[in-house]
C-alpha cells in the first residue's frame, strides 16, 4: 500500500533535506581530526604528495621509489584535493569522503525509482549504506576502497539506467557514462574494474530483455580506451617504464589468504547494521520472490549481489574491503524487504513500531552522555557541543515530521560514528608513534635535509616534513651531515654501530605496547 506518511511533497522534500545534510555531516565533520597514519594507510597519502614535489603524475612514487601496486587515479584526487586544501589530513579524506557522498546520494536517487508509491525504500537504502560500519569508515580514510568501490557501483547504475530508458538520446548519454565510469575504476583499481562487464552479461542473459540497444552500447564503448589509454600510453614512453614493468612482474599485490567461508561474518560486522535488518528481511524477501523477480530494479540489483558475492569467494586474495562494491545493490535489496516488513508488522508482533521511549533514550545518550564523557575524557572543545546539537536537532526532526524506528536506529548509529571518531581524535597523539616523532624532532628545530631513516619502517614522517626523506642503503649511501636517525628497535645496536654513540637518545614506546616496533631517534653529532 502507498505510504501514506510521505505522499505530501513537502514532507518528502523536507526528510530527503535531512538525508543530503546528514550525510555531508556524517562523512566531512571533523574529517581533519586525526592524525594521517591513525587507523589510516598514509601510503596513498604519501605518493599523492610526492605527486606535488616530483611534479610526475605518470608514474607514481612511494617514499622515493617507484610504486605499482594500484593505477594512479585516486592518488591524483588526493594531490588536486591538497591543491585546493593544502597538504593535510583532512586534504588526504577529501576524495573518499566526496565519493561516500556521490555514493549515497546516488543509491537514494535510484531506490526512490524502485516503486514510486514507496519512497521508504529509497530513504532506507540511503541511510543502510550511509550508517554500515564499513562504508562509513572507509569514506572517512585516504584509502581507495571508497572511491573504487563507488565508481564501480555508478558504472554498473549507469549501464541500468541506459538500459531501462526507451529514449535512444538518454540511452546514448548513460552508456556513454557507463564506460567513463569503467575506466576511472580501472584507473583507480586495474583489471579488477572489469567484473562490471561479467555482472552486467550475466543480468542481460537473466533478463533476456531486447530493450538493451546493443548497438548503441557498442557505439559508445570507444570512450572506454579514450577515457583509460592516455595514462597507459605516457606510462609506456615514461623514461623509467622498464624499471615499472620489472617491479610489476615480481611485485605480490594479494598477500592475505583467508579460509572458504571468511566472508559471510566480514559481511555481517562490515555491513551493520544493515546486515540485521537484512536477515530479518530474509522471509520477507523469500515470500515476495516473484515481486523481486518481476521488478527490474531489484532483479538487477539481487543479481549484482549475487556475482559479485560468488566471484569473490574464487579469488586468491582475500579482504574485507573487497566487499564495498556489494554494499549499493545489498542496502536496495534490504531497504525493499524491511520497507515490506513495515506493511506486515503482525508478523513480528509490531518490533518495528515507533516508540516514544526507545527515541527519548537513544536522544539521551547521544545529545547528553556522550558529549559530557567526551569533554571529560578529551577536554573541552566545540566538536562535543556540535554533536550534541546535531543529535538533538536530528531526532527532534524525526519525532515530529516521520516517526521511524528505521530511521530512528540508523540516525542514533550514525551519531555513534561521530563519536567513536571524536574518541580517536580525543587519544589521537597517544597512538600516533610517528606524529610524536616529528613533534620530537620539530622541538629540536631540525629540517628534512637533517634527518636520516635507517632500519625503520617509517609510513607517515614524509607526509609531516612534506619532503621525501633520506633512507638507510649501503654503507657508501651515509653522508656527512645528518643531525638525527630515526631507527627501530630491532636495528637499534646495528644503528649505533654504524654511527657511533649518539649524544643522546629519544625513544618513542610503540602506542600498543609492543617494544618490538618502538622508535628510537639518535641524535648524532654531524661529521664535517
Sequence with gaps: MPDKQLQSKQNLRRILGFIVLFSLILLFFNLGGRSIENHDNPVFSEIAREILETGDWVMMHNQGKIYVDKPPLHTWNIALSYRLFGINPMAARFPAALFGLFGVWAILYFGLGVEKDHPRIGIYAALFLLVSYGFSYYARTARNDIEYSIIFSLSLLSFYMGYETPRRRNKIIWYIFFWFLLACAFLVKGPAALLVLVIMGIYLVVRKDRNVGYKILLATSPVLLIASLPWIVLLIRHPNFAQYLELLRTTTIFTRRAGPF????????????????????????????TALKDNPRLSFCLVWAVVYFFILHLTGGKNHRYLLPMFLPLSILTAWGTEKLSDTLSLYQGKFRYNNTSAAIMAFLVCIVVPVGLEIYGGWSWKPLFLSLTGAGAFFFIHRLLKDEVILICTFCALSIITVDLIRTAGDRRVSD?????????????????????????RALDFYFNRVLARCGAKSDIKSGFKAVVTGAAALDEVIGRFGQPIRIAHIPNHRNRAKKDLYILFVAPEQ
Design 262 to 289: 571468511y566472508y559471510f561474518p566480514e559481511l555481517f560486522l562490515k555491513y551493520f547494521p544493515g546486515s540485521v535488518f537484512l536477515l530479518i528481511s530474509i522471509p520477507i524477501l523469500w515470500r515476495s520472490r
Design 434 to 458: 610517528e606524529l610524536q616523532v616529528y613533534e620530537v624532532l620539530q622541538k629540536e628545530d631540525l629540517a628534512a635535509q637533517d634527518i636520516l631513516i635507517c632500519g625503520a619502517r617509517i
